[in-house]
């Protein structure tokens, strides 16, 4: 009995129920003040499992931002390949980038929330990742810029703002929710997305809040 149980946990779905519920746990409690007996526990595997998979609970956050980044770039690369103009393009990956980060709410959490500046490694992993982003969108503003001859704002500026506006839906959504739940409930995904795209590409002199 006790050989059919180690076999059950050793199956690929053990190594995906402990990578969601980390996730699950890091988005909710923090990477750290998540042990890993409670992780076991929250993945009903033997706590040899998560090392016999991923080697170290550093690893499995690595495992999880690797995940969140690599449809995020995807997504930027997609959205911004093309002929259309910059503005056409921007407004095309904010709709899709908005859609994708609702469809991965926790694990945009944990990349974005969780930042453990102390801990240089992960540091370096999440900047690896930037710097694909930050290519992939930066050289269609440097085309922007060159053919139009405006100013040149600096690529990881650009996109570390743009990310940060479209994330803050997710990132506040507790507190909000609190706040004006009526006007939140009103708002789908797409008008969110909508209207992202008209402040971050033209500004916010034309759009007036409502007195609520």
Request: hydrophobic share 40%; with cysteine; glycine share 6%.
């Amino acid at each position: 009995m006790a050989a059919n149980k180690k076999k059950k946990q050793t199956t690929p779905d053990s190594r995906e129920r402990i990578l969601q519920s980390a996730v699950r746990l890091f988005a909710g409690h923090g990477y750290g003040n998540t042990g890993l007996r409670e992780l076991a526990a929250a993945a009903d595997v033997n706590l040899a499992m998560i090392n016999y998979f991923f080697g170290s609970k550093k690893a499995l956050l690595k495992e999880i931002l690797d995940v969140f980044f690599s449809g995020y770039l995807d997504v930027a690369r997609k959205e911004m390949a093309g002929r259309d103009a910059v503005s056409v393009k921007l407004d095309r990956f904010i709709h899709s980038a908005v859609n994708y980060f609702a469809a991965n709410r926790e694990y945009l959490l944990v990349t974005i929330a969780e930042l453990p500046h102390d801990d240089p490694e992960i540091t370096e992993h999440k900047a690896e990742w930037g710097r694909q982003m930050v290519e992939t969108v930066g050289k269609q503003l440097r085309a922007e810029s060159n053919d139009t001859g405006s100013q040149n704002i600096p690529s990881v500026i650009f996109c570390s703002m743009l990310t940060s506006m479209m994330a803050s839906k997710f990132l506040f959504m507790p507190v909000m929710e609190q706040v004006q739940p009526e006007q939140l409930e009103e708002i789908s995904m797409e008008e969110y997305a909508g209207i992202v795209s008209r402040i971050f590409l033209q500004g916010v002199g034309d759009i007036i809040c409502d007195k609520g």
